[in-house]
């Protein structure tokens, strides 16, 4: 079955950065779009940053010249690095692969604060 793992969240201060990892399983990862969504406290899931198969990534305009997402197929990963971090980028961070009915990773806690 899909599994998607990430890892990579913490605390940290604002203007720092963090790198997110999700690595997926039980996929043909390299031909799937993948995705970073964010979910604050209180507040919907949104999306982040998306990257398709070809490489194309967008951004939602909040994350845009602060965020970079990339995918490594022979490590079925895909990567987050977030930088220039605010206060308002806290949240559960989660990686979803976008085939069939769409999967979830379990989330990882991003805390920005001093």
């Known amino acids: 079955q899909v599994q998607l793992v990430e890892s990579g969240g913490g605390l940290v201060q604002p203007g720092g950065s963090l790198k997110l990892s999700c690595a997926a399983s039980?996929?043909?990862?390299?031909?799937?779009?993948m995705s970073w969504y964010r979910q604050a406290p209180g507040k919907q899931r949104d999306l982040v940053a998306s990257i398709a198969s070809s490489g194309t990534t967008t951004y939602t305009d909040s994350v845009k010249g602060r965020f970079n997402i990339w995918r490594d197929n022979a490590k079925n990963t895909v990567y987050l690095q977030m930088s220039s971090l605010k206060p308002e980028d806290t949240a559960v961070y989660y990686c979803?692969?976008?085939?069939?009915?769409?999967?979830w990773g379990q989330g990882t806690q991003v805390t920005v604060s001093s």
């Open positions: 979803y692969a976008e085939l069939g009915p769409g999967y």
């Open positions: 039980g996929m043909m990862f390299r031909i799937y779009a």
